[in-house]
């Protein structure tokens, strides 16, 4: 990776002013372009070498009052392992009741990050 | 007979945020009247996080934020009755509501806080010619579909509208194995959050078409595809520009509507730019007894705000009750480049807290000053480097300039450029 | 409550009766229920999956006050003698019926012309109370009206009804009193043997002394099936726009323009639930399943209820928008007569405006001809007229709400928050043969507000669902092709 040139258009997220900004990164350099602020153009490196995201999901519940239970990453994941811990995700089923913030899974796919429910479901009966 | 010292009618973040509030007052018998199996009104469809970065400066999902209100409501004792709807309000206080538990219910009640919510606008209402096949859902209809039921309607998606709600459910889509093959947007820029674009479209390579519309719809049965259009300035359709997408399903993410038939029916009077109520400061209709919050007033683009003008309804309706009434009222005029603002009005209390106002532009501009101007002077400004109708605009204004303001019977808000 | 669906098994190998009726529209319908009035086997047989999904489902549901059509043809003879009856028959169904008149509007000086036509038609086909209104008569009557506006036709007999709604409380009516529905039917053949004719349907044979076709924009189709195509029926679309009734009253009276060789024209009417359309464009097309609106239509009718009514913000209050064929034969007039090919036959085709309201007419006229055929007719003492609709919570009284909900707490929960329809009204509309959303919706108005079901469609679905023991994601908005849910989300082989 760290050799080839890689070459990103980003729209800055952080203000309302949704900077464009070019960033290139070229055998271990990276050349920002277009950031109107230092934030912005930390924000433009970390898209570019590792973009992270928080992951909402929802997982099958047994028993529920619902069929699903909404669930999230507690820390930023890498963007990159969205799909992978989706499908994790998909293949799980908890039983109700459930209550909000309870770890379903403990640092998922490695990422460090637990998923945890977002809300409280009662049982069905 | 039931009796209340506040009725709350909708249990969303602004009838939350009103309730607690109320209690937190000391008001004794508040009572929240819900549709819904639960409360938390649209919260608990909304997976997502994004919500709570103002109020409580955490990233929160729908259901936290909606569970946080929920269990504080508990705790201070708000009562609610839920799958309960309200078929009208007679002589301002008396409210006939309804549900499968308590039957037809006469509720006498000091004061109102008016918290409905909004609706989705529908294809009908912008009027898309072609067939009327299954498969054509509103955004938050698809939503509640997805995320709660567990149910998918479709694999092929168009989405129409930028707004919110449409992108996030051009994620939620793409997640759970659906195709969304564009999102389609009649203004020649987004209609939602920077973030949004960002994380739900371009993170996923959704095509995002500008200055584009739908303009027909294909499908005997189920949806078969929908043919795109580009839109000019007039927003007339260029002849030509047409294509055809095939799809099973099409999204409208085309715009909220704050729900006051209810307001209307009651004699509220309604203002035709936010198509809601006219309050004051705090959230006052023009009905004394009568308060209005959330998205019921104008649809806010953050929840946040919306909890804010629950609490501010709850603080109206709680000086009502001690007595206390304004003597003057300076009204809020729109100048340049605004769309609405809320409050409509302000009205001058002994004691004067300092007051927000939430307004949206009518089109995006750079390098201005959002300002208040009391015949032709200006008595207040704040300078932005953007502005844009998708992000709302808040404006706190200080006891001093409220004193200025209200030696006159109106200011006008506008916007003008940093030279001017 | 019975686990089949409420409008008869669709399944069937061989039957019997005296007289098959094909196409269950208003048509179809008010001759079934005519013939149920006899001591009768009579079976009614429609392909959709409910009742009057065709022709019947989009139009503007006037009750017409029979001047408008050439008095010489069976579309000017029928239809005021339709309209005298509509009043009695609503009472027995409980369908709601509104006599509130029509006015046509005359824009320039010269119509004035057309409009003494119209009431020289008037007399000669016995329409009550008719006039010509002066300029000032006219904008005292309807005082939102165009200035423009110079004379009006006023014909205080016209009314105005839900065809649908009508049609569904016929069927019932027929059922209750011993007819045969069977949807989801369709009909292959006719074979003529020396006793009967049998019909080959999707659902098995049929064989009966007399076949009614009654077969709106397949009436020709059925008609070949005789030998030989005996006449042509092609479509004539109608686009139509729905407003919310936010809008409050604009006009009490239905206003037409002033009418053009090919149609009665544009109208504004107040429809019987309360809120206003517009509609219905005339164009003539070759697909009879072509029910799609378009940028001009739409952009038609919306003009006409703007240029008629210029203070009123109309962009603002559509709700919707729909589009009705109507069925068209060569000569333009109705066809009520039996088959040159086929004994036992008798054909009702070709029934476009005013069909509607012409149908009590055309089914005595129906009956008429079967005797003459040889139809022998016992009256059926057990037959009883009356009709009870879905007792609703919206717009009854204080007093009425409450014994409802006393007797069944479902009344309690309104699930349609729009048109204030309560879960108790869902199932029984279910109960009496809804299995799909519009069913429900046709028969509720649950979906037909403002929202137009965005909130209530996931717990329609839900309640369909749990009453008909089917899949939540079976449940579909019109048939089988009309799927709303392609799969669950998690737990099937989705993601």
């Known amino acids: 990776m760290g050799i080839e040139t890689k070459n990103k258009a980003i729209t800055c997220i952080l203000c309302p002013l949704g900077c464009k900004i070019d960033v290139l990164k070229k055998k271990g350099t990276i050349i920002v372009k277009g950031a109107k602020c230092a934030k912005g153009k930390d924000y433009a490196i970390k898209e570019i070498t590792n973009p992270v995201r928080v992951l909402t999901a929802t997982i099958r519940v047994r028993n529920g009052i619902l069929p699903l239970l909404p669930v999230k990453t507690t820390l930023s994941i890498p963007k990159k392992q969205v799909f992978t811990c989706l499908k994790k995700l998909y293949q799980l089923e908890v039983k109700a009741p459930v209550k909000m913030g309870t770890v379903i899974v403990k640092s998922i796919a490695n990422t460090n990050s637990d998923i945890i429910s977002t809300r409280g479901i009662d049982s069905k009966h | 007979m039931y009796k209340a010292n506040v009725v709350i009618i909708g249990g969303g973040p602004a009838g939350l945020g009103a309730a607690c509030k109320a209690k937190e007052l000391g008001i004794e018998k508040v009572l ?34 909606a569970t946080r209100f929920i269990q504080k409501a508990q705790k201070l004792g708000v009562e609610s009755k839920l799958n309960t709807i309200v078929l009208e309000i007679n002589n301002n206080k008396k409210i006939l509501a309804v549900n499968s538990s308590d039957g037809l219910m006469e509720i006498n ?43 998918l309607p479709g694999k092929s998606v168009v989405i129409l509208g930028s707004g919110d709600i449409g992108l996030i459910m051009a994620r939620r889509l793409t997640w759970v194995g659906a195709k969304v093959k564009a999102i389609v947007e009649m203004l020649p820029y987004p209609s939602g959050l920077t973030r949004n674009v960002v994380q739900c479209a371009e993170d996923y390579d959704i095509p995002l078409i500008l200055s584009h519309t739908v303009t027909n719809i294909y499908g005997k049965k189920r949806l078969t595809g929908v043919t795109i259009g580009k839109v000019d300035e007039e927003g007339n359709i260029v002849r030509k520009s047409e294509k055809y997408i095939p799809c099973d399903t099409l999204l409208l993410s085309v715009g909220l509507i704050p729900e006051n038939e209810l307001s209307k029916n009651t004699g509220i009077k309604l203002d035709a730019d936010t198509n809601g109520p006219f309050v004051n400061q705090y959230m006052q209709t023009t009905i004394p007894n009568i308060f209005a919050c959330g998205n019921v007033t104008q649809v806010y683009d953050l929840v946040d705000y919306v909890t804010e003008a629950g609490e501010l309804a709850a603080e109206g309706a709680h000086l009502y009750m001690k007595g206390l009434t304004n003597s003057k009222t300076v009204l809020i005029k729109k100048g340049r480049n605004i769309r609405q603002i809320v409050p409509q009005r302000i009205s001058l209390y002994e004691r004067q807290k300092p007051i927000r106002f939430y307004l949206r532009v009518q089109y995006p501009e750079e390098k201005v000053k959002v300002g208040i101007y009391k015949e032709g002077k200006e008595i207040f400004s704040k300078k932005q480097l953007i502005v844009r109708p998708s992000e709302m605009i808040v404006l706190e204004i200080s006891d001093e300039v409220i004193r200025k303001a209200s030696e006159t019977n109106e200011v006008t808000v506008k916007i003008n450029g940093y030279r001017n | 409550m019975s686990d089949s669906p409420a409008l008869g098994t669709p399944f069937l190998k061989e039957s019997r009766a005296d007289v098959a009726i094909i196409g269950s529209g208003v048509i179809g319908a008010t001759i079934a229920r005519e013939l149920s009035r006899y001591k009768l086997n009579t079976i009614l047989i429609d392909k959709e999956v409910d009742v009057g999904w065709g022709a019947t489902k989009a139009n503007t549901g006037i009750i017409h006050a029979g001047y408008s059509e050439d008095p010489h043809t069976l579309r000017g003879k029928l239809c005021a003698p339709g309209n005298r009856v509509y009043q009695q028959l609503c009472e027995e169904l409980e369908v709601p019926f509104k006599r509130i008149g029509s006015i046509v509007v005359s824009l320039n000086k010269e119509e004035i012309q057309t409009l003494c036509e119209l009431e020289n038609h008037a007399k000669i086909c016995g329409v009550p109370e008719t006039r010509i209104l002066n300029r000032d008569e006219l904008h005292s009557v309807i005082p939102h009206l165009t200035p423009k506006a110079v004379y009006g036709f006023y014909a205080p007999t016209a009314a105005t009804i839900s065809p649908y709604g009508l049609t569904i409380a016929l069927v019932e009516n027929a059922q209750a009193n011993g007819v045969n529905v069977l949807i989801q039917t369709k009909v292959l053949g006719l074979k003529k043997n020396r006793q009967a004719i049998i019909l080959n349907t999707t659902s098995g044979y049929v064989h009966t002394n007399f076949v009614i076709n009654a077969a709106g924009l397949w009436a020709d189709e059925i008609s070949a099936m005789s030998g030989e195509k005996e006449f042509n029926i092609h479509p004539r679309k109608g686009e139509y726009i729905l407003f919310d009734d936010a809008t409050g009253e604009i006009t009490d009276k239905i206003i037409f323009s002033v009418p053009t060789p090919v149609s009665k024209g544009i109208v504004f009417v107040p429809f019987v639930e309360g809120n206003y359309a517009v509609g219905p464009t005339a164009e003539d097309t070759e697909d009879k399943e072509d029910l799609s609106t378009s940028f001009k239509g739409l952009k038609k009718v919306l003009n006409f209820a703007e240029y008629f009514f210029p203070e009123i913000p109309f962009k603002r209050y559509i709700i919707n928008n729909f589009c009705g064929l109507r069925p068209i034969a060569d000569e333009n007039d109705f066809i009520i007569r039996p088959s040159y090919n086929m004994k036992g036959l008798i054909h009702v085709a070709g029934i476009q405006s005013p069909g509607l309201t012409a149908a009590p007419a055309i089914a005595s006229m129906v009956m008429d001809i079967l005797m003459d055929q040889g139809l022998k007719l016992t009256l059926n003492p057990y037959f009883n007229p009356i009709r009870r609709a879905i007792p609703q919570i919206k717009g009854s009284e204080y007093k009425t709400k409450e014994k409802l909900i006393k007797a069944n707490s479902k009344y309690g929960h309104i699930v349609c928050r729009c048109e204030t329809v309560s879960e108790a009204e869902v199932i029984e509309a279910i109960r009496r043969g809804a299995t799909t959303l519009d069913g429900v919706k046709f028969r509720t108005r649950c979906g037909m507000g403002r929202c137009q079901g965005g909130f209530c469609t996931p717990r329609i679905m839900e309640i369909l669902s749990r009453e008909l023991h089917i899949p939540l994601e079976e449940i579909s908005k019109r048939n089988k092709g009309s799927w709303l849910i392609k799969n669950k989300v998690l737990g099937s082989d989705n993601v």
């Open chain 2, 109 to 151: 009640t000091e004061t109102i806080i008016l918290a409905m919510g909004c609706r989705e606008r529908t294809r009908g209402a912008i009027n898309i010619p072609g067939t009327r096949p299954a498969g054509i859902f509103t955004a938050g209809t698809a939503q509640r579909l997805i995320n709660m039921e567990n149910l």
């Open chain 2, 32 to 65: 929240i009247l819900e549709r819904d199996r639960e409360l938390g009104g649209i919260l608990f469809q909304c997976i997502h996080n994004g919500f709570g970065l103002q109020y409580f400066n955490e990233d929160l999902t729908g259901p936290e934020y």
